[in-house]
């Protein structure tokens, strides 16, 4: 059965069409930008893609967006719809089969049915996002380790 929720982007809240139920919490601006991506992307949104839209120029690590998925998540089951994304393995996220969302701005609904392929690229290369993951925290911290010692070698330098 397709569950159809309305989300209201100004109130940030979700509405069950068929109950009229609201929900009581809001989404964060992050998990707007989150669902309005995999709204408009049906096929899916990568990982690093959501991370990127939602955090735009802040350097975050995956569990961010991990939360945040469950967030919405909550919100959707609390208004009684069912699971509203689906994890797509080594990839990202995509909207479930079992719901369609309805976005509410102002006055009218508005069907989302736009591309955010050119919204992704404009995101990716105003403010891109590091995304901190378990494979690439090591060289982070070597990185940092090296940072340091330079710095040190500098300070060194500058008092003789």
Do not use: H
């Not at 991370?51 to 959707?76: D, E, P, Y």
């Not at 509203?84 to 102002?106: C, E, V, W």
């Amino acid at each position: 059965m397709l569950t159809r929720l309305i989300f209201n982007k100004q109130t940030r809240k979700l509405t069950n069409e068929l109950t009229s139920e609201s929900s009581v919490n809001q989404l964060s601006l992050s998990e707007v930008k989150i669902l309005e991506s995999l709204i408009e992307e049906k096929a899916g949104c990568s990982r690093e893609t959501l991370l990127t839209v939602a955090w735009q120029g802040r350097v975050v690590t995956g569990t961010s967006l991990n939360v945040a998925i469950n967030n919405i998540r909550k919100l959707t089951k609390e208004v009684d719809g069912p699971n509203p994304i689906d994890a797509i393995r080594g990839f990202g996220y995509k909207l479930s089969d079992q719901i369609m969302f309805t976005m509410n701005d102002t006055a009218a609904n508005i069907q989302a049915k736009s591309s955010l392929s050119d919204q992704t690229k404009s995101a990716i290369s105003k403010q891109p996002v590091v995304a901190i993951s378990p494979t690439n925290l090591p060289l982070l911290v070597v990185n940092i380790g090296m940072l340091i010692v330079i710095i040190n070698l500098i300070k060194l330098y500058l008092k003789s």
